[in-house]
């Protein structure tokens, strides 16, 4: 099992950034595919951005182009950097982790990114996003 903290999260004007931080804990064995989702009231856990092995990335359509997912392996980290947020963003946003649909190589387990909740076991408690207008 993964431990995730998330921490960033906070209030913003419509056009601003903010950088999201997952410290992870508890790897075994596996490394994992990971991915931040965001649900906000009365809304489904949506999924915004994902990144596997090998740092291969995908996003959700409506975040393209403002945010970006990255990885610190050596300091144990996960990343969402949010630029140009806008009102819809607003949600609490959670860092997850998953080994659901991995495949062999060369001795290794890869990962495919995932904007999937289904494909993801380990969840942080989650950091509130408020944009205002």
């Known amino acids: 099992q993964v431990l995730l903290v998330e921490s960033g999260g906070g209030s913003v004007q419509a056009g601003g950034s903010l950088r999201l931080s997952c410290a992870v804990s508890g790897y075994t064995s596996h490394d994992y595919r990971m991915g931040w989702f965001r649900q906000a009231p009365g809304k489904e856990r949506e999924g915004v951005a994902s990144i596997g092995t090998d740092d291969s990335t995908d996003y959700a359509n409506s975040v393209k182009g403002r945010f970006t997912i990255s990885q610190d392996n050596a300091k144990n980290t996960l990343y969402l950097q949010m630029n140009g947020l806008k009102p819809e963003d607003t949600a609490m946003y959670y860092c997850?982790?998953?080994?659901?649909?991995?495949?062999?190589?060369?001795?290794?387990?890869?990962?495919?990114?995932?904007?999937?909740?289904?494909?993801?076991?380990?969840w942080g408690q989650g950091t509130q996003v408020t944009v205002s207008s």
């Open positions: 997850a982790a998953g080994r659901q649909q991995s495949f062999t190589f060369g001795g290794r387990l890869y990962f495919l990114p995932s904007l999937s909740s289904e494909d993801y076991r380990d």
